[in-house]
């Protein structure tokens, strides 16, 4: 049962090495949640291009990791330049991860993000259908707007304040001291592979 797991989460925010896990989370959400996160039907190539261009786009990208598996991520992307002060966000949990409060995490540390950066307007663009996501956004006081096929979920984010900004600089901090270690060990562990030939 994944839930049983869910202790071993780690939340942090992407970075360019972390591009094969963004595009093997991306390609592994089944089709109806590709639908609901894109509004479209999309293919594995449309995914890889989409996870190459958007890790390397002005995007914060937060991630909920489980080892080196990204079970759930929320996008914040600037609304044309970084000065207008809006922004949208996009979410997406693999299937066997929702409904145990990753998506509400992930919202919460996006949002804290667009607050520190002054992005005071909010969107969210998904099916009218997608009762999970509006839900989410219901929950973050999210006003929700009903286009036609589509649902808007305009948020607004607080003003930044010292503690916001330190929050979110100290969990950056412990994410790097965890991916640190990491790197440590995994550098153990290849020399000791390279080390047991060779003594053998």
Not at 54 to 62: F, Y
Not at 124 to 136: E, I, V
Not at 178 to 192: E, G, N, P, V, Y
Request: aromatic share 8%.
């Amino acid at each position: 049962m994944p839930h049983a797991e869910l202790d071993q989460i780690v939340f942090r925010k992407l970075h360019m090495g972390d591009h094969a896990a963004f595009e093997a989370h991306l390609i592994a959400l089944d089709p109806d949640s590709r639908r609901t996160r894109f509004g479209m039907a999309t293919t594995d190539a449309f995914l890889v291009q989409y996870a190459e261009r958007c890790i390397t786009l002005n995007a914060i990208i937060h991630g909920a990791f489980l080892g080196e598996t990204l079970v759930g991520v929320a996008e914040l992307r600037p609304i044309g330049d970084l000065f207008t002060g809006e922004a949208e966000m996009a979410f997406s949990v693999l299937a066997d991860w929702r409904n145990c409060g990753i998506g509400t995490a992930l919202f919460a540390r996006a949002l804290r993000s667009a607050r520190n950066r002054g992005f005071g307007r909010l969107y969210m663009t998904c099916l009218k259908n997608n009762a999970p996501m509006r839900a989410l956004a219901r929950k973050f006081s999210a006003e929700i707007v009903v286009e036609i096929d589509e649902s808007v979920a305009l948020v607004e984010a607080p003003r930044r304040s010292i503690i916001s900004i330190m929050r979110e600089a100290l969990d950056d901090a412990s994410a790097f001291t965890t991916l640190a270690l990491d790197w440590q060990k995994r550098a153990l562990a290849r020399k000791r592979l390279v080390a047991e030939p060779a003594s053998r």
